[in-house]
Each structure stands twice: as C-alpha cells, then as structure tokens.
C-alpha cells in the first residue's frame, strides 16, 4: 500500500468535508442535476476519446496508485549480483528453480535458463517493457484528460444553470439558491480534476517512469550475466541506477 496516495487523497477529502460540515448545512452542496452534468459528462466526453478497453482499464491501473510498490534498487542489485555469482558458479541452469522479487525478473531467468542469446534476451524484454509502458501511459493519459474535461463540463453546468436562473427573474427570492446550484458544477469539476483525476494521472505516470527505469536495470543485469560477465562488474554497472548519495555510500562500503 502506497500510503502517501492514500493520506493525500483522503486527507484532502476530509479537509473539504470538514470546511463544509463547519459552515451551513451539508444538504447545500448536494445537487443530483449538477452531479450528473459533472460526473457523467466528464465520463462520456473522456469515453470519446478512448477506446473501451484504454478507458475501462484505466481505472485498474488506477489501483497501481495505491497498491503498487517495486522493490528498493539496491535490494535489487544485490539480488541480481546473487544470481549472478550462481549462474557463474553453476551455470544457468543452476537458477532454474529460483525464486526472484519480480515476475519481469522471472520472464528474464527462464530465457537464461531455455538458452537464448543476449540479443533474444533483450529484444523480448524491451517489447514487454514497451508494452507495460504503454498500459500505464494509456491509464495516466485518461486521468489527464478526465482533469482537463471536469472543469469544463463545470463550467458548462454553471451556464446552463445561469441561463435557468436569468430566465426566471419574476421571483427574486429564488436567485440566490439559483445562483448557488449554478456554482455547484464548477466546484465538482475542480474537486475531481484536482483531488482526484490529477493526483492519479501523476502518480501513474512516475510508477511508469519508476518500474521502466527498474526493468532497464534487470534487462542490462540479465545480458551481462547470459555474456559471462563477472559478478563484481555487473555490480559496478548497475549501481549507476543508484541516487547518487546512495552510490556513495555503496563506493565507502566498498572502500572499508
């Protein structure tokens, strides 16, 4: 669980419940017109744009925002070091029935293990790179537009309401409630374009640029080792996918 997600998203909700809960009353700020305006038109614009499946699936890459965890780089490095020193030491078949940290890693160690050159290896591996990059592109580009399209249908909701209100000037009392349900429209297409549709489309979009740069990193390690690389220079090479303070602490770790 992706608890920074989880406590912005939810954090913020509350922060806006409670500044509506310590004003007038809830009930104002509840309009089934409105809503239906904002949350369906936003939907079927968005739909417009898509496909079935990038719009539907979307919303399951939606849960990798909140579930979705890859392992710690340097854990990984010292992992792939290990199958290293066994492939060296026992061949590759001697990692038949090892157990990785990551299904991709996985793929990678039975292509090691039925035989494939580096340059299988790594042409198979960059397609399912490629194409993992492009179903979390698909899913951030749908909140993209969903942030761009809420706003709008908004602001289209508040016209339409104002046109409604200017049409029945005979009764003044019912102006302002009028105009108060017209501003309705425009506060939900800002809450779900900025606590709910931006927040994922940016979490989505660092876990591609995150499990991308992690899967580089596997694919870099598994041609090495298919090569015959020493243990010690796969190390060396893969820690350039280290931060640098974390590169330094590993260099003095040596170093001692």
Not at 90 to 95: F, K, P, Q, S, Y
Not at 164 to 170: D, G, P, R, V, Y
């Amino acid at each position: 669980m992706d608890f920074a997600t989880l406590i912005g998203l939810v954090g913020a909700i509350l922060l806006i419940a409670s500044a509506v809960i310590l004003g007038v009353s809830p009930s104002v700020f509840i309009n089934p017109p409105s809503l239906l305006i904002v949350v369906g038109g936003t939907s079927l614009v968005v739909l417009a744009k898509f496909s079935f499946a990038q719009f539907f699936g979307a919303f399951k890459a939606a849960a990798r925002a909140f579930k979705f965890k890859l392992p710690e780089t340097q854990a990984s490095i010292e992992e792939l070091v290990e199958i290293a020193n066994i492939a060296r030491k026992e061949g590759v078949l001697g990692l038949e029935d090892r157990e990785v940290s990551s299904p991709f890693l996985g793929q990678g160690i039975q292509m090691l293990v039925d035989g494939q050159d580096g340059k299988t290896i790594k042409e198979l591996l960059n397609k399912e790179r490629l194409m993992t990059l492009d179903h979390n592109r698909s899913g951030a580009k749908v909140f993209t537009a969903m942030a761009d399209v809420a706003p709008a249908m908004g602001m289209i909701g508040t016209l339409i309401g104002l046109v409604q209100m200017l049409s029945n000037m005979e009764d003044p009392k019912s102006i302002g409630p009028a105009m108060a349900v017209a501003l309705l429209t425009t506060l939900y297409g800002a809450m779900i374009a900025t606590m709910i549709a931006t927040p994922i489309a940016d979490k989505l979009s660092l876990r591609m640029t995150e499990e991308a740069r992690m899967q580089s990193l596997y694919i870099d390690a598994l041609v090495a080792i298919q090569e015959g690389t020493n243990p010690r220079i796969i190390e060396q090479m893969l820690s350039s996918y280290l931060p640098p303070k974390e590169r330094e602490k590993v260099a003095e770790a040596e170093g001692a």
